[in-house]
């Protein structure tokens, strides 16, 4: 069994910080489950380039409010407390908080390693171990 407290991730290697984003990895794939669980803060008025193409991402929003907008077509989705999406078509978007902070839980397959930042493309590298997998 793994229980882990929130306020003892805070401050830790597994509280990733950037510019628009504060991720804070509650499992990893170290802990062998099969997924990733972060608790995110969306910083209140920036916008992040996101393409998963490694990864299938769930987010369910728990505070705040910002919106999801598909590159290929333009579709805007507005997110609010109690908003699941998935992007099960690797769909390259920009996910932007509105008017203050957005809380989301996320959960990732492949599972993270911990570390991860978004690259030039917006993705997070695959783990080296599922190269090829």
Known sequence: ????????????????????WNSRRLLLKKDGVGF??????????TETLIWYKNHIEAVYCIDGEGEVEVIADGTIYHIQPGTMYVLNGHEKHYLRATTRDMRVICVFNPALTGREVHDADGAYPLDESE???
């Open 1 to 20: 069994m793994i229980v882990r407290k929130l306020k003892d991730i805070i401050g830790t290697e597994h509280d990733v910080d950037t510019p628009t």
């Open 36 to 45: 990733s669980l972060n608790d995110t803060i969306i910083k209140a008025g």
């Open 131 to 133: 190269a090829g997998a």
